[in-house]
């Protein structure tokens, strides 16, 4: 049987290093890099550039996600640390989280390689456009809070733990669709759209936005179409994918980090008032029919969706949850344990004061506390959590008809 839920567009093989102090701190060094040159927005067209970047972030406190002009420094930038393989993409982290909880699931993939084949588990059914194997690996770095390099050209420390994401990657480039997506379309209940953020052609960007409103024109009366947003490595392009799927998704939903970016400020996720005035700005500015908002502290819903969408937030609160504090190879068991946490005090106050507005539901984060957190992903696992709630509900309520 075919799943009811299309996680799309693309998929990809994650390189995750280890963060260390003194392997930083000796490239600084070594690139002569000063405090002053420090910039998230540099174009990244070597190894030097790639450590400005990351300690940028890093001061920071900032997540994100980065064009790399030269494939070659993603090759040999991870070997300087110790590393390992996984699987990332928005889509097949949502997927593996979805399979955890039970609801069977479909990835679109744009490569594949033994890597792939290996790791991406078996009840995970597959569509894919690629028509040859293909290694294109993303660099993913880390950082806890309080992680520091220090010279005597510059001091960082990073005020709270956070991930980057380091991309050259053609397939998720070109973005080919696989003709399947149309062949599933009708019995589809669920379609995630995500991955064009990585496109760089505003032709191409063009001819798969075409494709996506094929697919959902065919889906069932009642599905839902989910866009996540994702740092756009042509922010032109971001803005025309955007205004497209404010036309064609039901729910738009990003983190705090892609939030800010659409507002062009930071705000205080801590004072409700403010939080509910950058919601409202924000569903405007796009478009938004309803607008997800995951963060750190809460998750939030804007628009005729929010109520309904209450128990799916809270299922991803969990799953983000559970990935923070257990990281790949969480169990169900594990979600339960974490479901049974406490919430943040002054989150839950946040909500409670959203709340008061009709067409807003907010599920405050819950009390994490490791010493050894994973921040890669959870946006991703944030999203499976809440589809996986959300289809789960779905087919109970298509079993009961």
């Not at 982290?93 to 790791?119: C, E, F, K």
């Not at 997506?181 to 936005?209: C, F, K």
Request: hydrophobic fraction near 45%.
């Amino acid at each position: 049987m075919t799943p009811e839920v299309l996680l799309g567009f693309g998929g990809n093989v994650d390189v995750e290093i280890t963060w260390d102090d003194a392997v930083l701190t000796r490239l600084a060094v070594e690139h002569g890099i000063t405090d002053d040159e420090l910039d998230t927005a540099i174009e990244i067209t070597d190894e030097r550039s790639l450590v400005i970047s990351i300690l940028a972030f890093a001061r920071a406190g900032h997540g994100g996600e980065r064009f790399v002009a030269s494939a070659s420094v993603l090759e040999t930038f991870p070997a300087r640390f110790d590393h390992r393989w996984t699987l990332g993409g928005t889509g097949i982290r949502a997927a593996l989280v979805m399979q955890t909880l039970g609801i069977p699931s479909m990835v679109h993939l744009v490569s594949t390689n033994d890597i792939m084949r290996d790791l991406l588990p078996a009840g995970v059914h597959c569509l894919s456009s690629a028509s040859e194997d293909s290694l294109d690996p993303h660099v993913i770095v880390q950082f806890r809070q309080g992680a520091r390099v220090r010279t005597d050209r510059l001091d960082v420390t990073a005020p709270k733990a956070n991930r980057l994401i380091y991309v050259n990657d053609p397939p998720n480039r070109d973005l080919v669709l696989s003709d399947e997506i149309e062949q599933v379309a009708p019995s589809l209940n669920v379609l995630l759209v995500t991955g064009l953020n990585s496109m760089q052609d505003a032709g191409l960007v063009a001819d798969r936005l075409r494709r996506i409103a094929r697919v959902i024109d065919q889906m069932p009366d009642g599905g839902l179409v989910f866009f996540e947003d994702a740092g756009q490595h042509v922010p032109a392009l971001g803005q025309q994918v955007l205004a497209a799927m404010a036309e064609l998704a039901d729910v738009i939903s990003m983190n705090e980090d892609e939030l800010f970016g659409h507002l062009g400020r930071t705000v205080d996720l801590h004072d409700a008032a403010a939080v509910e005035g950058a919601l409202r700005e924000a569903q405007t500015q796009i478009g938004a029919r309803t607008l997800v908002v995951h963060t750190q502290h809460w998750a939030a819903a804007l628009g005729p969706r929010a109520q309904q969408l209450r128990p799916a937030l809270q299922a991803g609160v969990v799953a983000a949850g559970t990935r923070y504090l257990v990281g790949d190879g969480a169990t169900r068991a594990d979600h339960e344990r974490t479901a049974t946490l406490p919430v943040q005090a002054g989150s839950a106050v946040v909500a409670h004061q959203l709340e008061q507005a009709d067409d807003v539901t907010c599920v405050p984060a819950l009390e994490l506390r490791t010493d050894t957190p994973t921040t890669i992903g959870l946006g991703d696992t944030f999203v499976g959590g809440l589809l996986a709630a959300y289809a789960g509900e779905r087919h109970s309520e298509g079993v009961n008809a």
